[in-house]
T-cell receptor, first 112, second 115 residues
Framework: KAGVTQTPRYLIKTRGQQVTLSCSPI?????VSWYQQTPGQGLQFLFE???????NKGNFPGRFSGRQFSNSRSEMNVSTLELGDSALYLC???????????FGSGTRLTVV | DQQVKQNSPSLSVQEGRISILNCDYT??????FLWYKKYPAEGPTFLIS?????DKNEDGRFTVFLNKSAKHLSLHIVPSQPGDSAVYFC??????????????FGSGTQLTVLP
């Protein structure tokens, strides 16, 4: 079956712009989580959505937001981009109450 | 405040020998621990996990050990193969409802298996 699909794979934006990243989970997975990976920082939790509701949020500024649609697809948005937002953004999906998280290949965002 | 720490950013091991990757955590509320493997330009791939009620879990060449009193877990790969070269992340899951679905990751260890 298809894995977690993230689009686009690569993105270059300038400071001050906004960006929207998309994630399509594995069919049947209703939980979607987002993580930011920067060099030396590991993966930092952004937020988790389940049934179109944000269930948990990490320690990121309000410029980072997300949403989930009725088909479980999720988007995350970053407004007023800063150079420090350059990172690999990863989406993971899972079945409810499952320990098994499946990650997508990520979107590499570069802010110049 | 890093709740999950991988103090070795890199590790080099000869092919056929044992690779031992270490991870320390500070939050005693974590109830489940996972190891992920990541190749460049790909998302992390689940490798092996262990519940806090166990002290060992084995899957083929991979074994995870958990020492709850020391808040320490380790991943053993025996024998190591060149294809194991990747970044390995340990991750922990909390049991409170607020953090129930949140994994806390370490910063990763780059494993290089030399032929």
């Amino acid at each position: 079956k298809a894995g977690v699909t993230q689009t686009p794979r690569y993105l270059i934006k300038t400071r001050g712009q906004q960006v929207t990243l998309s994630c399509s989970p594995i069919s049947g997975h209703r939980s979607v989580s987002w993580y930011q990976q920067t060099p030396g920082q590991g993966l930092q939790f952004l937020f988790e959505y389940f049934s179109e509701t944000q269930r948990n949020k990490g320690n990121f500024p309000g410029r980072f937001s997300g949403r989930q649609f009725s088909n479980s697809r999720s988007e995350m948005n970053v407004s007023t981009l800063e150079l420090g937002d350059s990172a690999l953004y990863l989406c993971a999906s899972s079945l409810p109450n499952s320990y098994g998280y499946t990650f997508g290949s990520g979107t590499r965002l570069t802010v110049v | 405040d890093q709740q999950v720490k991988q103090n070795s950013p890199s590790l080099s091991v000869q092919e056929g020998r044992i690779s031992i990757l270490n991870c320390d955590y500070t939050n005693s509320m974590f109830d489940y621990f996972l190891w992920y493997k990541k190749y460049p330009a790909e998302g992390p791939t689940f490798l092996i996990s262990i519940s806090s009620i166990k002290d060992k879990n084995e899957d083929g060449r991979f074994t995870v050990f958990l020492n709850k009193s020391a808040k320490h877990l380790s991943l053993h790969i025996v024998p190591s193969q060149p294809g194991d070269s990747a970044v390995y992340f340990c991750a922990s899951r909390g049991i409170s409802s607020g953090s129930a679905r949140q994994l806390t990751f370490g910063s990763g260890t780059q494993l290089t298996v030399l032929p």
